[in-house]
């Protein structure tokens, strides 16, 4: 038996007692994380589970199609749950004040597909080989002979395709595209949820684009270019925080460049590092590694306390050992 058929086995076994589920995801969901939760919780209650979807953060406007029935939200008072499952979530850090139901929980299953996850479930299934936990959820629901309705296909469809860029990321497999053509089976209808997922920007996030174009800077070798957000910007654009998803991709698809960073300044004064890479010979998951945070070798993150300018010269340096630039 394959090892990720023995895992899959050991969470639908968890899963067959538990009445009570709550399914949580990390801050500043994402369209895997919520994909991937609202997926699992529309198969769960099919099960006849009792369920509730809770994040720290609301879910993101643009995604906010994906919930017509308003799954995602905060309980109104602290409750035991026979079951959590973390989706997504590298480590309980992420989680944000959902983590506290942790501890009034039965069991904990942690299902992901981030290299830097630190085990912390009951029962933990990590792959970090998988390009999203959209694509195990997928597995899951297959294996576990639950019916994928046409909803939870344009949710799981939404997982895979934006945490693998539409498709167009090294962590790509085979099977990935398996899991697409089963997905559209279902029901997905690709070109209207892909209007819905990528051309459906607004007014703030083109203004917070104009942004990055006029601030961001580029090493003298082009290799490495980063920019800052910072508060002031987010007002003058009347944005919020989940209209700076994705805005580091338009400087890592400068040709030169081998990796990308954005700095972002945290109203508790900490300071948010996206970091992003297109080589496979600089692995951004060591980079954030060494300011405690992580994710995957593409892609990564971490948070910094101390001086903005000093996170700044800090990132960049190790940005550059990483590199090997000279500069």
Same mark, same amino acid.
């Given at each position: 038996?394959?090892?990720?058929?023995?895992?899959?086995?050991?969470?639908?076994?968890?899963?067959?007692?538990?009445?009570?589920?709550?399914?949580?995801?990390?801050?500043?969901?994402?369209?895997?994380?919520?994909?991937?939760?609202?997926?699992?919780?529309?198969? @769960?209650?099919?099960?006849?589970?009792?369920?509730?979807?809770?994040?720290?953060?609301?879910?993101?406007?643009?995604?906010?199609?994906?919930?017509?029935?308003? @799954?995602?939200?905060?309980?109104?008072?602290?409750?035991?749950?026979?079951?959590?499952?973390?989706?997504?979530?590298?480590?309980?850090?992420?989680?944000?004040? &959902?983590?506290?139901?942790?501890?009034?929980?039965?069991?904990?299953?942690?299902?992901?597909?981030?290299?830097?996850?630190?085990?912390?479930?009951?029962?933990?299934?990590?792959?970090?080989?998988?390009?999203?936990?959209?694509?195990?959820?997928?597995? @899951?629901?297959?294996?576990?002979?639950?019916?994928?309705?046409?909803?939870?296909?344009?949710?799981?469809?939404?997982?895979?395709? &934006?945490? &693998?860029?539409?498709?167009?990321?090294?962590?790509?497999?085979?099977?990935?595209?398996?899991?697409?053509?089963?997905?559209?089976?279902?029901?997905?209808?690709?070109?209207?949820?892909?209007?819905?997922?990528?051309?459906?920007?607004?007014?703030?996030?083109?203004?917070?684009?104009?942004?990055?174009?006029?601030?961001?800077?580029?090493?003298?070798?082009?290799?490495?270019?980063?920019?800052?957000?910072?508060?002031?910007?987010?007002?003058?654009?009347?944005?919020?925080?989940?209209? &700076?998803?994705?805005?580091?991709?338009?400087?890592?698809?400068?040709?030169?460049?081998?990796?990308?960073?954005?700095?972002?300044?945290?109203?508790?004064?900490?300071?948010?590092?996206?970091?992003?890479?297109?080589?496979?010979?600089?692995?951004?998951?060591?980079?954030?590694?060494?300011?405690?945070?992580?994710?995957?070798?593409?892609?990564?993150?971490?948070?910094?306390?101390?001086?903005?300018?000093?996170?700044?010269?800090?990132?960049?340096?190790? @940005?550059?050992?990483?590199?090997?630039?000279?500069?």
């Amino acid at each position: 038996m394959s090892s990720s058929l023995r895992i899959i086995r050991q969470v639908l076994a968890a899963l067959e007692t538990p009445r009570n589920v709550c399914i949580v995801g990390h801050v500043r969901p994402d369209g895997d994380c919520i994909g991937s939760q609202l997926a699992l919780a529309h198969a @769960l209650k099919r099960a006849g589970k009792r369920v509730t979807v809770w994040n720290a953060d609301p879910i993101p406007a643009k995604l906010a199609f994906l919930d017509p029935d308003g @799954l995602l939200q905060r309980p109104a008072r602290r409750r035991r749950f026979d079951c959590v499952i973390a989706t997504d979530a590298a480590n309980p850090e992420r989680l944000g004040e &959902t983590g506290a139901c942790i501890g009034s929980r039965r069991q904990l299953i942690n299902i992901d597909h981030h290299q830097s996850n630190t085990r912390y479930g009951d029962v933990n299934w990590v792959e970090p080989a998988s390009p999203s936990t959209g694509e195990l959820i997928h597995q @899951l629901c297959r294996r576990a002979g639950w019916a994928i309705t046409p909803l939870m296909a344009d949710l799981l469809f939404t997982a895979v395709s &934006t945490d &693998t860029g539409s498709f167009q990321y090294d962590s790509v497999r085979p099977g990935t595209f398996t899991t697409a053509a089963d997905l559209v089976r279902g029901g997905v209808r690709v070109g209207e949820l892909c209007r819905r997922l990528y051309q459906s920007q607004s007014r703030a996030r083109v203004e917070l684009l104009r942004h990055v174009y006029q601030s961001f800077k580029l090493s003298p070798d082009g290799c490495l270019a980063w920019f800052w957000l910072r508060p002031r910007d987010l007002a003058r654009a009347g944005a919020d925080r989940s209209d &700076t998803d994705g805005l580091i991709d338009h400087i890592r698809s400068i040709d030169t460049v081998v990796a990308a960073c954005v700095f972002e300044e945290l109203e508790d004064g900490r300071v948010r590092v996206s970091l992003r890479s297109k080589s496979r010979s600089v692995d951004v998951n060591r980079v954030a590694a060494r300011f405690g945070g992580g994710g995957h070798p593409a892609a990564a993150g971490a948070r910094l306390s101390g001086p903005p300018a000093s996170a700044q010269r800090r990132v960049l340096s190790a @940005l550059r050992e990483a590199l090997e630039c000279p500069f």
